[in-house]
């Protein structure tokens, strides 16, 4: 069985296209992460409810604006990665 952190890993490898986790950083958008636009969030917020087995509120899908965000509000759902 996969970790959260794997799980993590592997949604934002398949939406965001990011092979290298060593240089993410919780800072990181879409202005430093060259495939995040509209698509991958969609991909993202639709990959982190598969995995992880929950719903994201609308308000808090338009707050994943940086990688450490997206840390918080998965960790509000009960997602500790």
């Known amino acids: ?10 949604v ?8 290298n986790f060593d ?8 202005d430093e992460i060259e495939d995040w636009d ?13 995995e992880f087995c929950i719903s ?3 308000i808090d899908v338009s707050r994943m604006y940086n990688i450490g965000a997206i840390k918080d509000i998965l960790k509000k759902y009960g997602v500790a990665v």
């Open 23 to 30: 240089e993410l950083t919780d800072e990181m958008g879409p």
């Open 12 to 19: 934002l490898s398949n939406s965001l296209g990011i092979k």
């Open 38 to 50: 509209s698509l991958a969030q969609v991909e993202m917020v639709s990959g982190f409810e598969e």
């Open 1 to 10: 069985m996969a970790s959260n952190v794997d799980k993590f890993k592997k």
């Open 56 to 58: 994201l509120d609308v």
